[in-house]
């Protein structure tokens, strides 16, 4: 059958779906779903990491064995610098960009390094938002408590708490560059509600939240005159005698030689791993999501947090085959887009927490409730047309111009049609713990934006990671820019090196595997 | 898997991928129909580094130009957004020399007429419409420069919110106009100095310095877990 005739349950099935009320589930119903399907929970795909800062822990079995991964970088390499800087970011999305803008603010030497372009990241991708309490029946608190119950309590408290409070302060900033966040009549921010919150608080900038900030803060660090170094990958740290960060050693992806970089201070904003396709799961990732940074940390000594949990958004594309795993933005959902299964049935409520949707989904699919597609994978439809019914003609084109764009390029008029969605891996929830500062346990190491870990909990809400990566990046620029004056650089050494890979060996580790992995190995080997 | 069978999506070129003669950068190579741009590379054993971003059609990375069996035009496309079909010519664009102009954003006094001297060369623009025929995203780039010429600041950035800065808007040009960098830089302007400010953020910043919600984080932090947890589950 195609695709038209297995849409019609869809169309046939929305006026009485229209009139139906799903409640969500109660606690302890989502506990024994998320318990059942998610698959943070499929016991198979972990193991223990063998040795290092989180020895005995937990983690999938792609991420520990790269953090048990050896370093490219011989001990007798040659650490010559060929740059200094008082902070070197590394990494050019959203949390590089502000880590770098702001640290340069506060008067620092700063270099920016990153694996592709500048801009190259999962920030620019965002499309439901970024959310700050800005409306007056909202507050910082409510932001808070809402953010604690999704994450299931883990979230660190004062993490949390630094977040909400400058986040009005964040969109302030953004708008005096020029940000162009979407208003009410009265000039105030418009503000959408989002999956697991308890009041409307997303900023959005139509469905180009991430696309819009990310323009904008590239042309500010141009703008700003600050140093790059493009296509430039980090494959190892430098540390001093007393274990503290003092510099990094990247690989030229033009010309495949190191280039080291001398800095009083490190901001790694590496971003998260989707590229690693845990659990085989396709991703809504950009092309260098591979995790390098959680490695880096590593092997120098900072300690990971929450890094057995990973957010499936629910709805990735699963048709047409060139989309796979390409968002569906949670905006459809948000306005009222329904889920439906194979027999035309709603099964849960939209906007319940991402997991606890995407478990539901999983569990359709399991259950024999899914739509298969004639190259084996299995989703249910997303009723977009049902927001034109809804809300009138057009709003599908004018609310998700990026996703309607995406789709007609392949003949899919989603104002029309429903589509074929099944959950995608899209965040790290956990990475490497960091204080209200973003530094992590290693001196003069920070991290910022989705390679840090510990204020997100167990499951991220939409749209807390464009605040995130916003608010920590500009804490860890300032604070490694405060600290300039007071620091001289540190010697450039390998020997956190030696000292994982004498803990390495004594827990005989010969894996072989070279890490951070860098780029994923897409490329088909032809013989 | 218990499944109806027949809840099954026509896909053949999945199961069986037909195979089709495309040409990357001068070279023939057999790939499957109907896999994007970027898979066809990969899929030809070329690695690209340049030329790849977020696969996803919102960075710009990956501009490409593509001409089809028969058709004479030279086409644009972004490469992780478009399928490949037999005959496909294609090529991705290097990163374009276009100059961008730099300057403080906050700090401009009049935005409107700074156009004219950051970009000179926006009021050359011959009308011809290459930049629009250039846009993947179907921005109507053309009436996008006349507008910034002329003042409209507001619709240029309402037209542009679509822009990915693939800059293939930008070669085509007989003006030398980089349309895309005149448009960035109209819509921080229209941010930054001509949309009105949002009374209720300032309000809630100055309630936060205020420490109007202190009573509310004290109450909050002391609280066991148990009684955080039950907190959170009256929030509605």
Known sequence: MDIHALQ???HKTRDDRRKQTIPKFSPADCDQLIHRYHPDFRASAYRSIRFGPNEGGKTVVELATLLEGDSSIQGNADLTPQYSC???VIGGGGAGCAAALHAHGAGANVLLATKLRLGDSNSVMAQGGMQISVAPEDSPVTHFLDTLKGGHMENDHALLKTMVEEGPSIAKWLLELGVLFDRQADGNLHVKKGGGSSKPRLLTCSDYTGLEIMRVLKDEVINQKIPLLEFAAAIELLSDDEGNCTGAIFKDLDNQRHVVVAAKSVILATGGIGRLHIQGFPTSNHYGATGDGLCL???MGAK???????????SGAVYPEQLIGQLVTEGIRSEGGQLVNAKGERFVNELD?????SSSIIRECEEGRGIRTMSGRVGVWLDTPLLDAEHGPGTVEKHFPAMMLQFERFGIDISKDPVLIYPTLHYQNGGVKIDTNSETNVKN???AGEASGGLHGRN???GNSLLDLMVYGKRSGLTAAGRVGSMKQGQLTLKHLQRFRADAKKHGNVSGVISPMILPAYTRKVS | MAQDDTNLIDQPEVMKPRMVTIEIAGKKVDVPEGITVVKAMWYAGIDVVRGVGCLGGFCGACATYYRTKDDPKVRTCLACQMAVQDGMSFTMMPSFPARKATYDIQALKDPKQDLFNLYPETPLCRNCNACTEACPQKIDVREGVWKAVFGDFKSVSEMFMDCVMCGMCTPVCIADIAPNLVALYVSRAQGAHFTKKPIGLDTRIKEI???????????ILKMSEKELADHCATVK
């Open chain 1, 86 to 88: 008082d902070v070197l």
């Open chain 1, 8 to 10: 019609q349950i869809v």
């Open chain 1, 460 to 462: 991220r809400l939409m």
């Open chain 1, 297 to 299: 940390a590593y092997r």
């Open chain 1, 304 to 314: 990971l947090d929450h890094i057995d949990t990973f957010q499936y958004h629910p």
């Open chain 2, 209 to 219: 310095q205020d420490g109007q919600y202190q009573d509310a984080w004290n109450t």
């Open chain 1, 353 to 357: 927490t991402r997991d606890v949707v």
């Open chain 1, 445 to 447: 190491l920070f991290v």
